[in-house]
């Protein structure tokens, strides 16, 4: 037994000295310190042999050091937030007084980003101008998504049209994508002197990318500006919702599935009513109604998602509006009917390959009747899409793609006399790529060139596009943009003509952005030079008028945006200045001369203030714009004399009544200015030789809008606040 | 005879250490968080998710670390990196262990930190989904305390925000507090905190009329 023992004893020794002994003779120490570029150490970096259980946190000096039973060829890996992850297979026995330098990781938030001409409205972009709920709760845009961007600089007011115009443009160089796919028919048909809307509603969208210039070779048919929505990826939860407006109702459901999910709404306007409480300048026959519904559809798999959106609308109204040649007024009605249909998918190829793919449809019929003439329009567009992106790391991406437009419009005209049927089909297939470099997290680049092959024109244009930024300080960043930019002439023009080129603008954009504590500011001067813009010489575009693309012009000038949510408690406002020199000689302008819808100064003030006491959110907000041209026939010239400058404050008011029952209301142009847009004047001089005029007023000078908005979910939380 | 005993004892402690090394990185990950270093505790954690590759807690207190260290940081850059970071470890987690509540509450309290960030921006698009992340955790497990605790005390702070009464959801902490007595971790490394934050919601909050 005592021998047993002592061999046991014996062996235990043995054990005991094949652990020490492995332990000694394994153990590598590795060591080293971790610092940024310039030297500077970095504390509490992750150090450790990948796979095991050995490694340490950098002291702060950036040092570490620790132990390892591990032998041969290892992975050391050092990772620190905000830098990329720094990875080095040596043997272990190597791996002592390191110096290790990581690289700043050039997704995190500091990096610079291409700003110029660019603002977003967005949660999860880098610096977002607007916030996603501003395109609803801005004072004066009435729940138009169109409204609130109208605040941004870049844009002009030109109040009795509704669309977007940028920078010297006209509202047809605007583009509006929804999902990367174009929308053809983005605004509901009005008349002469009442403001169109954005067709869509926009509690759909989360986010918005509005570019007033040198955008991506991914975006054409455009030459001033476009405008990208993006469709929520997930509806939160299961709700209904109900809204009752003073002008129509509205209701809302949304359901969930584990992988889709499936919202449906529908809306009633009917302004009957409110026209009896407070008439206008208009004689309303049949007041204005539309009915309309949308549906988007959402389904993930494991690599992508696809989204399928529907809209539908149907507006009609007649009226007989006020006109110096017809002294018992122009009656006019209007029947349109639009459908829209698109359907996109994102998805994850491997690791580095991204496809984004999608078409869209759209179907618009709209039957004028203008006193003793009927027109009937039919237009059917169709766009197609397919984009690849391949990211070769952090730093370089690419991405290539192609593109078909397809539309064919076709018109009828019945006049007392005349009888005539006119059509155009109108193809362009698209190929663009485009690279991104970012260099350092200081300095990034986006180079890029867009070819486009019209059928009709059987002609191709390219397009390059290139923009830089460099970051100047920790919180200001200077860009830099160029690019060609081409759009068709219109179908009022190739319905007539298709004997023409494409339209071409340039872009030069400088840009100064300033971001830093909850206040942004931004200051961008530009030069945008317009070719090839189509002239005729008559007075509107006529079956006999003679085309050319002689027509050319400028746009120059500076835009200055603040927003500041810091500086006073509850309080979030913004500014927006924009001056504008712009001249042109298009259409059948004799000479060259500013447009109507060019004023040389806009100002927007919004502010937004919640008052917690309350639970309301109360909202203001002021638009100026300087006089517009319009040519007085009495005297010489074109486009010689301006009107006043245009003026008008709005206020809301937002009342939570509980979680889920909101009330709003809101007034526009509450002070009751007098506003004018332009003058018509007589088509021939009176007995004393003077054309008479009359002065175009809004149809009415305020607007005033009272809403109960109800939301009706399991969990009582969510509410209609984004609806408004 | 003793000998055997002792040599039996030494063979499975020496067993014992090599099992345990998981073990022991996390006794040791948990200590550092008690000794108020918490990011050295998320990066051992880290280690330990690297090693453990198909075990979700370390990856969870990764995530749990950064977003707790979150709330009060005012830097946007760094608030936004540290959140990001624990987003992609609840991916990384979600992805080994689907329909975790212990998950699904973390990551509740992720857009929770950007609520509490800026209300402003982020507080009506993502309480929404805060609520649903709370109603899919209490249905997969209805008597799990966090789960119970952490839904009353979103929805007490929404009432306390419109100015509702609180008391139906101090029956819910309450509830929850019963609960904790009774609850047992699956192991010593399972999540097992709130039982105090149950105390001091009934004690304070609760007890304000």
Known sequence: MKSLTTLLRSKLFFLFLIIISETITAQNIISGIVTQKNGAPIAGANVYLEGTYDGTSTASNGSFVFETSENGVQTLTVSFVSFE??????????????????????????????????????????????????????????????????????????????????????????????????????????????????????????????????????????????????????????????????????????????????????????????????????????????????????KKFDNGLLKIYNAFDTTNFELTQQDINTPEGVRFQLKNTNFYSNASYTGSLSDSWKLMGGASYTYSKSKFDIEEQAIKDVENSAHLKLK??????????????????????????NGPDVTEGYGVQNNISVLFSEADFI???????????????????????????????????RDSQVSLAYGDFYQQP????????????????????????????????????????????????????????????????????????WRDNQSLKEIDYWISYSFLDSQRQYRNYPIKATPSFANTHNVSVVAKYWIEDWKSQVGFSYQYGSGRTYTNPNQLGFLQERTKGYNSLSLNWAYLISQQQILYASVNNVLGFKNINGYQYADTPNTTGDFARQTLRPAADQFFFVGFFWTISEDRSDNQLDNL | MRTLFILATFLFSVSGISQTKYEQGMQKAFDLWKNEKPMEAANLFERIAQAETDNWLPLYYVAKINIIYSFGEKDAT??????????????????????????????????TAWI??????????????????????????????????????????????????????????????????????????????????????????????
């Open chain 1, 388 to 413: 690849l992106r391949k990211r070769f790391s952090n730093r370089i991406k690419l991405q290539l793609g192609g593109e078909q437009f397809i539309t064919k419009f076709n018109e009828n005209f």
């Open chain 1, 85 to 298: 992850p720094f990875l080095m297979a040596a043997d272990v026995s190597h791996l002592t007084n390191l110096t290790i330098v990581l690289r700043d990781d050039v997704n995190s938030l500091d990096t610079v980003v291409l700003s110029a001409g660019t603002f977003e409205a967005s949660d999860n972009s880098k610096v977002s101008v607007l916030k996603p709920l501003d395109v609803v709760t801005t004072a004066g845009a009435v729940g138009d998504f169109i409204g609130a961007l109208q605040t941004l600089p870049g844009t002009s007011t030109v109040s009795e049209d509704g669309r977007l115009f940028v920078r010297g443009g006209d509202a047809l160089e605007t583009q509006i994508f929804i999902d990367g796919i174009r929308v053809f028919t983005p605004y509901t048909p009005s008349t002469n002197n009442i403001p169109s809307r954005g067709r869509y509603s926009p509690f759909l969208f989360d986010g918005i990318t509005f570019s007033t210039g040198g955008y991506s070779a991914e975006y054409g048919q455009a030459l001033s500006s476009v405008l990208l929505l993006n469709t929520i990826d997930e509806p939160d939860q299961e709700k209904t919702e109900v809204s009752i407006m003073s002008v129509g109702a509205g209701i809302g459901n949304t359901q969930k599935w584990d992988k889709s999910s499936l919202s449906v709404n529908a809306s009633y306007i009917n302004l009957a009513p409110y026209n009896e409480v407070f008439s206008d300048r208009n004689q309303w026959h049949k007041p204005f109604e539309t009915l309309s519904g949308e549906t988007v559809f959402r």
């Open chain 1, 439 to 473: 260099f350092s997290k200081k300095f990034a680049s986006k180079v890029g060139v867009r070819a486009e092959y019209s059928a009709l024109f059987d002609a191709v244009t390219i397009a390059p596009r290139i923009s830089l930024a460099y970051k100047t300080g």
């Open chain 2, 116 to 209: 509490a960030y800026d209300g402003q921006k982020y507080g009506m698009t993502y309480s929404g989904k805060v609520t649903s992340l709370y109603e899919k955790a209490i249905q997969l497990a209805p008597k799990n305390p966090r789960v119970v605790l952490g839904k009353a005390e979103w929805e007490m702070e929404a009432a306390q925000y419109f100015g509702k009464p609180i008391t139906p959801y101090c029956k819910d902490v309450a509830r929850a507090l019963s609960l904790f007595a009774t609850f047992k971790p699956e192991s010593d490394f399972h999540p097992n905190d709130g039982e105090g934050r149950a105390k001091e919601l009934l004690n304070n909050s609760c007890r304000k009329k």
């Open chain 1, 490 to 561: 219109d179908m009022g023009v190739l319905k007539f003509e298709s004997d023409l080129q494409a339209q071409n603008t340039k872009h030069f954009i400088a840009n100064y952005q300033y971001v830093a504590n909850n206040r942004i500011f931004r200051a961008e001067a530009y030069r945008k030079e317009y070719n090839d813009l189509v002239r005729f010489d008559t007075p509107t575009e006529t079956f006999n008028s003679n085309y050319t693309n002689g027509g050319d012009g400028y746009a120059q000038g500076i835009d200055f945006f």
């Open chain 2, 78 to 111: 760094k608030f936004s990196a540290q959140l990001e970071k624990a987003r992609d470890f609840i991916n990384d987690a979600t992805a080994i262990s689907k329909d975790n509540p212990e998950i699904l509450i973390l990551d509740a309290l992720w857009y």
